[in-house]
């Protein structure tokens, strides 16, 4: 198999990152003392990374390689998510980490996105994103700071980008969780064949004077069936949850402290909401309130939805692989922020990778990897 961590101007440099991605597959560390293996394998590594060449950009730039042909025809979940990898410090130590988290803690922020195939479930491989670190604390309240501003902008950006990526694709939708709700994203990404799912974030005005949530709650009961929730995390076991659904059209009214005046004073879009009935003792039952640009016909469709939007636990695998359950990334003892974010891009290639093997292998067997537990009822 080719490795590839993408094109630095220099073939060595490009070649040097093949070897250094196929030992991390081979080995599952990132410690680059037993990357190298012999010392001569040691200081080049330790050259490539610390390479002017060699940026997080670059290594950002080839994520998407390898999965532009991936997606060709095919209808792309376009899966995004961010996560923070904290590392060790100490007060004379610092690495040029900023703040993650809460209290003191620090180190790098990643959001990138993934390319699922959304009939199958099978994971294509990475497709954009972006890798960060904070310079300190913002003092200037969020409502006045320009959406440019703001560390959430990341989600329109890595959307933006994604097009020319994923332009093979017979169709693209962009999942997001609750902080990528954002009024200039509904204005401003979708297009013929682009479209965003995500969950709503907040109780919107809308422009029948009325609220999200409360239209969400009148629209008329579609259906009930059997939801399977995997795990999630150690300790929490995986479920069937009982679930009702109901959906219907929004207007949503554009925000009353929204800084961009030039934005669309309403917007149309479909909702659907799914709740969880009778969930067990002591556990947060499901509610999702799912916005959404594509259009809902009948209860099949918003199931449809809903199916898209389970995909996104896929990527919370992804991150769970980059972080202490795959190559124990928060234990790297690299002395600065930018080899730490070079590092990071390169361990999103392989736990991308890693899970796109995997799903393959479930495609290849006939297995969805998505599926509801029951027959829908309508």
């Known amino acids: 198999m080719d490795y590839s961590l993408g094109c630095f101007g220099d073939v060595r440099l490009d070649r040097t990152g093949g070897v250094f991605l196929a030992d991390m597959v081979a080995r599952s560390t990132v410690c680059v003392r037993q990357l190298g293996v012999s010392r001569g394998g ?8 610390a390479s002017p060449r060699v940026t997080v950009k670059k290594i950002i730039e080839g994520w998407g390689e390898a999965t532009r042909a991936a997606v060709a025809g095919r209808h792309v979940l376009a899966i995004q998510d961010t996560t923070e990898v904290k590392f060790k410090t100490s007060a004379s130590r610092r690495r040029g980490l900023g703040l993650v988290k809460k209290g ?20 294509l491989g990475p497709v954009t994103g972006e890798v960060w670190t904070r310079a300190g604390r913002v003092s200037k309240p969020h409502r006045d700071r320009q959406l440019c501003e703001r560390e959430s902008a990341r989600w329109l950006r890595c959307a933006e980008r994604a097009k020319p990526i994923l332009k093979a694709a017979a169709m693209v939708t962009v999942i997001g969780d609750r902080e990528s709700d954002i009024y200039a994203e509904w204005a401003c990404l979708p297009e013929p064949d682009f479209h965003l799912l995500t969950r709503a974030s907040s109780d919107r005005k809308l422009a029948n004077d009325g609220y999200l949530f409360a239209a969400a709650r009148n629209f008329p009961l579609a259906g009930m069936t059997h939801l399977l929730v995997p795990q999630r995390s150690p300790g929490v076991a995986a479920r069937t949850a009982s679930v009702t659904l109901r959906f219907g059209e929004v207007v949503i009214r554009r925000p009353r402290h929204e800084n961009d005046r030039s934005l669309p004073k309403t917007l149309p879009l479909r909702l659907v909401e799914l709740r969880e009935v009778n969930p067990p003792k002591g ?20 199931w449809q939805l809903v199916s898209w939007y389970k995909a996104r636990w896929t990527i919370e695998q992804v991150h769970r692989v980059m972080k202490s359950q795959g190559l124990d990334l928060e234990e790297s003892q690299l002395a600065s922020a930018d080899r730490l974010k070079e590092l990071l891009g390169a361990v999103a290639v392989y736990a991308a990778g890693g899970y796109r093997a995997l799903t393959a292998y479930s495609e290849k067997k006939g297995g969805e990897v998505l599926r509801l537990t029951s027959q829908l009822k309508s």
């Open 104 to 123: 003191n803690v620090r180190g790098v922020l990643a959001h990138s996105m993934i390319a699922v195939d959304a009939a199958s479930g099978a994971c």
């Open 283 to 302: 556990v947060e039952p499901l509610h999702w309130r799912l916005l959404t640009t594509h259009e809902i016909s009948s209860p099949a469709d918003a």
């Open 42 to 49: 040691v200081l080049r590594h330790g050259r490539f990374l």
